[in-house]
């Protein structure tokens, strides 16, 4: 069958993969060389063939006769295939790779973000090791439609910190964006939410509130080229970009100038984000109109959205409710063009109120997207939703399924951003449970860590990355590819193991990060947390005491013993150890702390038994290799608290005095293993700033100033542990 290339409009991003047949001889052998047929040069198109050619030569052809691969870009064809038309089956972004006669290979998609998931696919399958005759048939739609990262700015950032501002140059360098938007293409993530307290006066010079904005025309105009690289960048690959601010703010210049919002200036900035917002005339007004000259200038940027929680105090819920859909709803009403819109819900106005003022006003838009925290800020715990923002285990928001919006789960991680994690099935579990019609999508990400400049590793031989994300890729490979294909094999993250670092035993590691990574997840699913400095996991620390209801008598950011001892559980299947002392649960099914530390060391002995068995010279996967026994030696150390604290509550609640001696023994074990992981340690990392510390005191029997981690800074805590037990009376829990 002769096919002819069709000329296609620039305008029309309709990438359809041709599926025919061949009857010629079969002379084309498997080669490094491949030959590729289509006719539209689109920039996704054009990244998934940079993926090949990094594996093959590639060279372009000008009729489907001579190509291996078959890129046709017309959506005119009337394909059908079985007697079914392609475009029936292939949802936006998805595709299907199907092997033809004559050792040739088909990609059908809907839309040139499926293409280039298409070719990447092609290329990872390449890099498996198949060749145009063993290449697998594949049909694949994304089960998450955004798939989406939470990414804080470093400027006017919601919250200060040294760990924060130092990220300033590398995040205005589009070369970083580059690097990483790559990786979110390669990973299938689509959507980057990009989160700034007030971002207007870095993005427009307000025509009606020139006062508002710091910068000069030359400086804004640096700043706008930035920007409207960065969202065509990210168009380039097929990446929805959104701006997300926070309600009731202005900018300091016009704070001052009008005598409004006097949390807004520059000695407050960064520190007065809850309490009485200013509700005046001038500040809606000057929240509006920028927000729709931010749409009209910038069209390539896919949404707008707002945290309707912060600096909105001082009136009743409803008129702060009011008071967003006044403001940014009439905004988009204003523009001159439609975006998506993302409004995010917390506990506080109620649920109720939200969803009503959506469902009142979403015939004003198009796509309304409302994402709540997946367990508060701890997301990286149980599977089960437990709480969302606030507390709230309201389903208001979602029960009964909404019709005119989709529900969003932020899935944030305040709890490891030193060592790498990457638990498939975690995520697997999650979604299985989570992913419902109402739901929209997902993000991922932190408020309390930017993925950019690499501040955390110690330089040497190990430190072969540019970027923080980079160290982390298979967190983001993880989550990016679940959630685009929940039914992803584990043989795609042991192919990414084995050609990252040209080794054989990428099954090993990804079986010991399945095994390692339960930690931190175990951690928060025993140890209920709420807000972003309630709990971080990697550290065992817990700077900002919760309020869900645990004991804290310590000014150290520490989690002694005696608070796991009284801490409630987020996750309900398990037993806390005063409820498993005292006897008071009824099902016998719940996991006891007993039960969990068992498990906790079985994971910790089979991490250490699978790396011991790993050789290599490159120093770069010994330090990955280290994180895992990192990990192993994480879960070690909080197998014994947990004995070592459960006895310690016989103890105190009896008068059975061997028991004080056995939890002597299990502390002074964990302090064994915590020594071991500073030692582990050492090669790289020094002491780090952590926004969970701040400029806040610890103490370990002695008090003194703590504002940087390590876990070497808390050997004096986990000795102290030791104490408590020794100073400790029986009959007096």
């Known amino acids: ?281 001038i500040v809606q007004r000057y929240n509006r109109e920028c927000m729709t000259q931010l749409i009209n200038e910038y069209p390539e940027l896919t949404g707008f959205g707002v945290s309707q929680n912060e600096r909105m105090d001082g009136v009743e819920e409803q008129v702060w409710q009011n008071w967003i859909v006044d403001t940014y709803f009439d905004a988009m009403d204003s523009a001159d063009h439609k975006i998506e819109f993302i409004l995010r819900a917390h506990t506080h106005p109620a649920p109720e109120l939200t969803r009503k003022a959506i469902e009142d006003n979403a015939y004003r838009l198009e796509t309304i997207y409302v994402p709540v925290k997946f367990n508060w800020s701890h997301a990286h715990a149980t599977p089960d939703l437990m709480y969302i923002h606030g507390g709230s285990r309201s389903k208001s928001l979602w029960d009964p399924a909404p019709e005119n919006y989709k529900m969003i789960f932020t899935m944030r991680n305040e709890d490891f951003f030193i060592l790498r994690w990457g638990e498939p099935n975690f995520v697997r579990e999650m979604l299985a449970k989570n992913n419902q019609d109402y739901i929209g999508g997902f993000l991922i990400g932190s408020e309390t860590y930017i993925p950019a400049k690499e501040y955390i590793t110690k330089p040497g031989p190990h430190l072969t990355w540019n970027y923080g994300f980079e160290k982390q890729w298979l967190f983001y490979k993880v989550w990016g590819r679940l959630l685009y294909d929940p039914s992803t094999e584990d043989e795609v993250f042991v192919n990414a193991f084995d050609s990252k670092y040209n080794i054989d035993f990428g099954d090993k590691l990804l079986e010991a990060h399945k095994i390692a990574d339960q930690m931190p997840l175990k951690l928060a699913s025993f140890y209920a947390a709420s807000w972003d400095f309630t709990l971080y996991s990697e550290g065992f620390l817990a700077g900002y005491r919760s309020n869900m209801g645990c004991y804290y008598d310590s000014i150290s950011p520490f989690i002694s013993v005696d608070e796991i001892i009284r801490t409630i559980t987020l996750d309900t299947n398990l037993v806390s150890i005063q409820d498993f002392v005292s006897g008071k649960y009824t099902d016998q099914q719940k996991i006891s702390p007993l039960q969990l530390a068992e498990t906790l060391a079985e994971n910790g002995n089979k991490t250490l038994e699978i790396i011991k068995t790993l050789k290599t010279e490159d120093p770069t996967l010994i330090h990955e290799i280290s994180d895992l026994k990192s990990w192993a030696l994480l879960s070690l150390y909080f197998s014994e608290k947990l004995k070592g604290g459960t006895v310690l509550q016989y103890f105190r609640t009896t008068v059975a005095s061997e028991k004080q001696k056995e939890s002597i023994q299990h502390l002074e074990t964990a302090l064994g293993y915590w020594e071991q992981l500073v030692e582990a340690n050492k090669p790289y990392l020094d002491e780090i700033p952590l926004l969970h510390l701040g400029d806040r005191f610890n103490n370990g029997g002695n008090l003194r100033p703590m504002s940087k981690f390590s876990w070497a800074n808390f050997t004096d805590e986990v000795k102290y542990d030791i104490e408590i037990a020794k100073n400790s009376t029986a009959g007096k829990p």
């Not at 920039?43 to 190509?67: C, D, H, S, Y």
């Not at 498996?128 to 594949?138: E, V």
């Not at 760990?163 to 589009?174: A, G, I």
């Not at 016009?254 to 200036?265: E, T």
């Open 1 to 281: 069958m002769k096919i002819k290339p069709k000329n296609c409009s620039g305008i029309l991003l309709i990438v359809v993969l041709f599926i025919f047949s061949f009857t010629g001889c079969d002379t084309q052998k498997d080669s490094k060389s491949l030959n590729v047929y289509f006719q539209s040069d689109i920039p996704q198109q054009q990244f998934g063939i940079k993926k090949l050619e990094a594996l093959r030569t590639i060279k372009k052809v000008n009729t489907p006769e001579e190509a291996d691969i078959i890129v046709v870009s017309s959506e005119e064809e009337g394909i059908v295939l079985n007697g079914m038309s392609l475009f029936q089956t292939i949802t936006s972004e998805g595709f299907i790779i199907k092997k033809l006669p004559g050792k040739k290979v088909a990609v059908i998609a809907a839309d040139p973000t499926g293409v280039m998931y298409g070719l990447l696919e092609l290329a990872e399958q390449f890099q498996m090791g198949k060749t145009l005759k063993t290449i697998k048939d594949k049909s694949v739609n994304p089960k998450v439609a955004i798939r989406g990262i939470k990414f804080n700015l470093p400027w006017n950032s919601y919250r200060v910190d040294t760990s924060l501002q130092l990220h300033y140059e590398t995040v205005r360098d589009l070369e970083f964006w580059s690097s990483f938007l790559d990786m979110m293409a390669e990973n299938r993530l689509n959507a980057l939410t990009l989160w700034n307290l007030h971002p207007f006066p870095y993005m427009i010079k307000p025509i009606n509130f020139p006062e508002a904005c710091p910068f000069s025309d030359e400086e804004m105009e640096s700043w706008q080229f930035f920007w409207h690289s960065l969202f065509q960048m990210a168009a380039d690959r097929g990446i929805k970009t959104y701006m997300i601010n926070w309600n009731i703010f202005v900018s300091p210049e016009f704070a001052k100038a009008h005598n409004v919002a006097d949390y807004c200036l520059p000695e407050m900035e960064g520190k007065e984000y809850y309490g009485d917002g200013d509700y005046s005339e």
